[in-house]
């Protein structure tokens, strides 16, 4: 029989792995999330109900112009978006649109009011009313008038 041989490579402690992934798994979500919750109104992210839309930029064209010679329906805006809880007036949510100017922002049932702001500050976005159901996602579409004429 062969004497038995201690390996000399160490493992690290079991503790540090798992103290890694109770670290790294909260940071990975909290990038995911599409919305930033910070009140009673928000959901969390796997959320059945919320609000869905895009935001556009309307008119593109003067009145004058010839609308057929040109595209002149809206187009889509970066923006980011701001819930408020209408029942106890404070921020909910706030989240940035893509490059589509879409967004999504789980909510809970209830009525609120969503406003978006352009990053560029270049036009008037009109806020929208919105009665959010269970499990349903209410789609809206915020307008930010370009101040064509």
Same mark, same amino acid.
């Given at each position: 029989?062969? +004497?038995?041989?201690?390996?000399?490579?160490? *493992?690290? +402690?079991g503790?540090?792995?798992? &103290?890694?992934?109770?670290?790294? !798994? +909260?940071?990975?979500?909290?990038?995911?999330?599409?919305?930033? =919750?910070?009140?009673?109104? %928000?959901? #969390?992210?796997?959320?059945?109900?919320?609000?869905? /839309?895009?935001v556009?930029?309307? =008119?593109?064209?003067?009145?004058?112009?010839? $609308? /057929? @010679? *040109?595209d002149?329906? %809206?187009? $889509?805006?970066?923006?980011? !978006?701001?819930?408020?809880?209408? #029942? #106890?007036?404070?921020? !909910?949510? @706030?989240? *940035?649109?893509?490059?589509?100017?879409?967004? *999504? !922002? =789980?909510?809970?049932? /209830?009525?609120?009011?969503?406003?978006? &702001?352009?990053? #560029? /500050?270049?036009?008037?976005? &009109? +806020?929208?009313?919105?009665?959010?159901? =269970?499990? &349903?996602?209410?789609?809206?579409?915020?307008?930010?008038?370009?101040?064509?004429?």
């Amino acid at each position: 029989m062969l +004497p038995h041989r201690r390996r000399s490579a160490r *493992r690290p +402690p079991g503790g540090l792995l798992l &103290a890694v992934v109770a670290l790294a !798994v +909260p940071v990975a979500l909290a990038a995911c999330s599409e919305a930033v =919750p910070n009140g009673p109104g %928000s959901a #969390s992210a796997d959320a059945r109900s919320g609000v869905k /839309g895009v935001v556009v930029l309307w =008119p593109t064209c003067p009145v004058e112009g010839a $609308p /057929g @010679s *040109r595209d002149c329906g %809206s187009k $889509p805006a970066e923006a980011t !978006v701001r819930v408020r809880d209408r #029942s #106890s007036d404070t921020e !909910v949510a @706030s989240v *940035r649109t893509g490059p589509d100017g879409r967004f *999504r !922002v =789980p909510l809970r049932a /209830g009525t609120y009011e969503v406003r978006a &702001a352009r990053a #560029s /500050g270049t036009g008037y976005c &009109a +806020p929208v009313d919105v009665t959010v159901r =269970p499990d &349903a996602y209410t789609e809206i579409t915020i307008r930010c008038d370009t101040g064509l004429r």
